[in-house]
């Protein structure tokens, strides 16, 4: 049973370029979690979504960044016209349902030069 | 915001001793979940307590959650080599919506051979 899966592993982005992370929970899972750490830090909760659906997006900035995750295919977060202070480690995580263990892909490097 | 805290920030023990880690958080939670990190890598879950259950028992890790104090604690017994890597707490919150979780900083622990 394949863990959750994100690519690219790591992304090198110039600033105002696009940078586009996905996501693909275990299998079974509906309920898509982001996270982002910066260096030295813990997490920090982005997005919560299911399928079709954007459920708490407290944590995400106002402008630039966007996520979905569609009905076919794996979750996407978008980040545009990405300047220096986006550098960071990206994480997805999926649930089963709310309330229940996340578990955690591998993380997206991302570096703005 | 609710913010877990960890305690030590870092912690260097020998192999085969105990490593204990502390974590503090602020307002009523459904659980608190420890998780790993190596350097550069995904988070790993170790163990999931349970606001009504006091200790949680998992191989060598033992945790306790005392919710009065609202802190947690993650002991490691027998520690290796390979136990090195960043510890993070990690709550739900349960004012703000349960399905995020809210990491604290992480204990950096090196276990030196």
């Known amino acids: 049973n394949a863990g959750v899966m994100q690519n690219p592993r790591h992304l090198v982005r110039r600033r105002g370029q696009e940078a586009r992370l996905r996501c693909s929970p275990m299998?079974?899972?509906?309920?898509v979690y982001w996270y982002r750490q910066l260096p030295e830090e813990g997490l920090k909760f982005m997005v919560y979504l299911q399928k079709e659906n954007i459920i708490d997006e407290s944590g995400m900035p106002k402008e630039r960044f966007s996520a979905e995750f569609p009905k076919e295919g794996p979750s996407i977060l978008r980040i545009q016209q990405v300047v220096r202070g986006d550098s960071a480690a990206y994480f997805c995580?999926?649930?089963?349902?709310?309330?229940?263990?996340?578990?955690f892909g591998p993380g997206t490097r991302l570096l703005v030069l | 915001s609710q913010q877990g805290e960890e305690d030590p920030q870092a912690l260097s023990i020998q192999e085969g001793e105990n490593a204990t880690m502390n974590c503090s958080y602020k307002?009523?939670?459904?659980?608190l979940q420890w998780y790993r990190q190596n350097s550069g890598r995904g988070l790993v879950h170790l163990i999931l307590i349970r606001s009504n259950e006091r200790e949680k028992h998992s191989g060598r890790l033992r945790v306790t959650l005392d919710t009065s104090k609202k802190s947690s604690s993650l002991l490691i017994t027998a520690s290796r080599a390979a136990d090195t890597a960043s510890y993070f707490c990690a709550t739900d919150d349960l004012l703000q919506g349960a399905q995020k979780l809210v990491f604290g900083q992480g204990t950096r622990l090196t276990i030196n051979p």
């Open positions: 995580a999926s649930s089963p349902q709310g309330r229940e263990t996340q578990y």
């Open positions: 299998k079974g899972h509906s309920h």
């Open positions: 307002t009523s939670i459904n659980n």
